[in-house]
């Protein structure tokens, strides 16, 4: 019997590694992929659309002419969607935050609450879409105003401003929370004048990386309604507007080639936008980011 | 007589805190009872902020709902679930859903099919086989390629890939499946690459030195212990990716095509639910009439397919998680 297992234990030691090679040059070329399709798409994009990047480009209008087309109306609506969408989801994003953490009772309502936001966070943009169509343009009757879109755009980043928000609360140390108490501050003081500040930068860090999820988001804002083709600036919250990826989506649907180099060029300002954001994000993470060791 | 009584207290109150017997500091505090009441109100305030989740998801239900049910007065649900003729918006209107679904899961599986054997290789290298330094350079890279909008995607696909599919498949259409499919699959393999990293680190390393001392190999080390012992992780990851891929817009709207059809073709155009949600979109299409209905009634079947996925994954994540202490 054990004469018998003996015989028929190969250890094939050669065989074992030559296949574990092959499989550790396997997951780093899955890896290298990933990488390359990702430098495949700058260079395509640059390429394409690095030569329509000048003054004009982003102080015209659009146009029927591809040689005079602009991107100044996208711009400034993708400003105007940032500034509103920051103005209403933050507040709301850390209140509920704060909530969570500092305040709630664990009780099935928090469960719920929490339940929710993680489900939130999983429904399709395109959906969003829809609620802000069906609630903000048609029932709250806002139109397909700038607003409208923001207040959809808020929505759909919110979870994501919760979480972020919710960790940084989490990571200042219960020490803080008591040297406060003991001062005689309140529950409010407490979270306002010590909790917040020490929690800053992770709270600041998400917010600026959720509004650059929104500056990247398309479906919902077409779904309101937003309109492709706008030839004057936005003045106000109640203006119609369009912004940088509805008017790439625009021009990548026209059939010439030169409103596809257009669209290129959109991108490049699109991703030199999003690359801004997250530099600052990095910036205020690295300055702001208190340690408690 | 209340005005009196108002006028009457205020003096009091004044007195108190200005009397010129009282230590100048205690005028630094505010009462007790009006501090109470700004902390109770900023509680509430807090809490309204938390339960403005709540009311979003009350939000899309009703408004899902409410034009959903509208729609369904006027086309049976039986006929929308089963159809498989899609033409809301020609004049001889048909109202079968099938043709969304079909061009909806033969995209995602496309993705699917990209992003589960590459994203898991790459979890693997992350987790078992990469140095320190060369996880921390590969991470960020892989966050950027999540962090790319949709729309450039769909850029990528229709102006970048399918060219490619079209020298190798000359009979490739303009607009296809494939090329949409294979760059959404690049786009949810970041998602799937982390969340099945995480479940691959979880695993303890006892497990491991356990094998290593059995004389298994590392390959056999990670893809005998390390990958069944992340199973429920994993899992949950390509269920993650198939809600993802289903919900995805931009990429189907610009590369994808707008042809409702039912079929395999992998290479011809077809309508995915999103697809059609952004195409009724475009138009103007006037509030109250059937067109406008069809994109609750596609929203709420989306809504539900993807919400029962995302559940399902959280579900298999709780239900199978191995505890190791």
Known sequence: MTQDAATRWRPRIRRRNAIGRGFALLTIVSTLLGIAVLIALLIDVFGDGGAQVDGHFLTNYPSRFPEDAGLRSALLGTLWMLVLTAIIAFPLGVGAAVYLEEYAPNNWLTRFIQLNIANLAGVPSVVYGLLGLGLFVRWFALGRSLIAGAMTMALLILPLIIVASREAIRAVPDSQREASYALGATRWQTVFRTVLPAAGGGILTGTILALARAIGETAPLITIGALTFIAFDPTGPMDLFTVLPIQIFNWVSLPQREFHDLAAGGIVILLIVLLLANSIALFVRFRLQRRFD | ?325
């Open chain 2, 1 to 325: 007589m209340l005005g009196a009584r108002l006028t009457g207290r205020i003096p009091v109150a004044q007195d108190v805190n200005s009397s010129p017997g009282a230590p100048e500091v205690r005028s630094q505090f505010a009462p007790r009872r009006r501090r109470a009441l700004i902390e109770r109100g900023i509680h509430v305030v807090l809490f309204i902020c938390a339960a403005a989740s709540i009311l979003t998801t009350a939000g899309i239900i009703f408004t899902l709902l409410g034009e959903t049910l509208a729609f369904f007065r006027e086309v049976p649900i039986i006929d929308f679930l089963t159809g498989t003729r899609w033409t809301p918006l020609f004049v001889s209107q048909s109202f079968g859903v099938l043709p969304l679904v079909n061009g909806t899961l033969v995209v995602a599986l496309v993705a699917i099919v990209v992003a589960v054997p590459i994203g898991l290789m790459s979890a693997i290298f992350l987790s078992e086989y990469a140095p320190a330094r060369v996880r921390a350079a590969v991470k960020p890279v892989l966050e950027v390629l999540a962090g790319i909008p949709t729309v450039v995607y769909g850029y990528f696909a229709l102006l970048f890939v399918t060219p490619i599919l079209r020298d190798i498949f000359p009979q490739t259409q303009v607009f296809n499946v494939l090329s949409a499919g294979i760059v959404m699959g690049f786009m949810i393999l970041p998602m799937m690459a982390s969340i099945s990293e995480d479940a691959l680190r979880v695993v303890p390393r006892a497990l491991r030195e356990g094998a290593f001392a059995l004389g298994a190999t590392k390959f056999q080390v990670t893809v005998r212990v390390v990958v069944p012992a992340a199973l429920s992780g994993i899992l949950a990851a390509i269920i993650l990716s198939v809600s993802r891929a289903i919900g995805e817009t931009m990429i189907v709207s610009i590369a994808a095509g707008l042809q409702p059809k039912v079929g395999f073709d992998l290479l011809s155009s077809m309508e995915t639910m999103t697809a059609y949600i952004v195409q009724v979109s475009l138009g103007d299409t006037p509030q109250d009439t059937i067109e406008y209905r069809t994109l609750f009634a596609v929203g709420t079947l989306l809504f539900l397919m993807t919400f029962v996925m995302n559940i399902l994954s959280d579900w298999i994540v709780r239900r199978y998680r191995e505890v190791y202490e």
